[in-house]
Each structure stands twice: as structure tokens, then as C-alpha cells.
């Protein structure tokens, strides 16, 4: 075989086997983000779960404290519809953290709630399901950021663009509950 042939092929088989490698680490970035979306998607179904209980233990003392109620439990309702991107459920979790904050400063005011032992076992369980759920968040948003780099970094954007990668928000919600009260302190 003639030199020029041999670097013809050469020439012609590296960008061809790039671009393969390319999109096949493009496809498994893709498919490894949409299993740890599944991760904080089954998170946050847990936590919806959890909240028509402390809801409806809240209510039993403090019945008064209706707006807050009826907000968590219309937000909450809100998000479990909610089936849209990431960025799309950020903003109505976002919402549902703030109501949820706002339902534990109506707990504060309520010494014999805070000291329920049922109480104190639902929010150490949603204290647990919030902290799954940051650390899905940080496993998604680490694929998220790897797959941005794919799709924006040269020669990768390349194959990305021709393909039709686009990249991909981050998924951003702070927790809802972050410690149980000291009971001896109430």
C-alpha cells in the first residue's frame, strides 16, 4: 500500500472514531442523568408523602395556623403534578422548601408539638428524605456538570452540536428541614 493511501485512511478513521466515542460518552452522560433524576425524583415522593402527616399533625395543635397549612398542602399538591424538567420542578420545590420553613415557625411556637414524641419521629424522617435528597441533587447536578463539559469543550461541542446535545440545567433547592429541636431545651 502506497503512504498516501495509509495517511488518507489515517486521516479519515481518527475523526470518525472521535466523533463514535464522542456521542457514545454523550449517550451514557445522558442516560447516567436521567437515572440520578430518578433518584431525587423517587426523594421527593417520599417527602410528599411525608407532608399530609406532619400537616395534619401540625393542624391537631394548631388549628388556628390555617393559611400555613393550606399552603403546604396546596404547594405540595402543586409539585406532585408537577412532571416537567428539572429547572421546571426547582421552581415549585422551591416554593414548597419556603412553605415548609414557614409550617416549622409555626411548629416553634408550640412547645407541645415540638415535644411530640410522633412529632419528633415524622421530621427526624423528613430531616432523613432531605438529606437523600441533597445528596441525589449533588449526584444529578456532578452528571449535569460532567455533561455540560462534554457538549462545551472543544472538539466535543463539535460532535454535541451534531447531534443535538444541548446542555443541561442544574437541579438548585435548598433543604426544607435541617436539624430536630432539642427536646430538652423546649
Not at 395543635?61 to 428539572?86: D, F, K, M, S, W
Not at 411530640?116 to 456538570?145: S, V
Not at 454535541?160 to 430538652?184: N, T
Request: net charge neutral.
Amino acid at each position: 500500500m502506497e503512504p498516501s493511501v495509509i495517511i488518507g485512511v489515517i486521516v479519515i478513521l481518527i475523526p470518525l472514531v472521535f466523533a463514535v466515542v464522542t456521542f457514545n460518552a454523550l449517550v451514557s452522560l445522558k442516560n447516567y442523568i436521567s437515572e440520578s433524576w430518578s433518584n431525587i425524583d423517587t426523594e421527593l415522593k417520599r417527602r410528599y408523602d411525608l407532608i399530609p402527616n406532619l400537616v395534619a399533625m401540625v393542624k391537631g395543635y394548631a388549628a388556628h395556623e390555617r393559611a400555613a397549612l393550606e399552603r403546604v398542602t396546596e404547594i405540595r399538591a402543586r409539585c406532585v403534578a408537577n412532571n416537567g424538567t428539572p429547572q421546571e420542578q426547582a421552581v415549585d420545590e422551591v416554593q414548597l422548601v419556603n412553605a415548609m420553613k414557614q409550617l416549622m415557625a409555626v411548629v416553634e411556637k408550640y412547645p407541645d408539638l415540638k415535644a411530640d414524641r410522633h412529632f419528633l419521629e415524622l421530621q427526624k424522617e423528613l430531616i432523613n428524605t432531605e438529606d437523600r435528597i441533597q445528596a441525589a441533587r449533588r449526584f444529578f447536578n456532578g452528571n449535569i456538570r460532567d455533561f455540560r463539559n462534554r457538549c462545551e469543550r472543544f472538539p466535543s461541542n463539535i460532535v454535541a452540536a451534531l447531534f443535538g446535545f444541548k446542555p443541561l440545567g442544574f437541579f438548585e433547592v435548598p433543604p426544607s428541614v435541617r436539624e430536630v429541636p432539642d427536646v430538652g431545651n423546649i
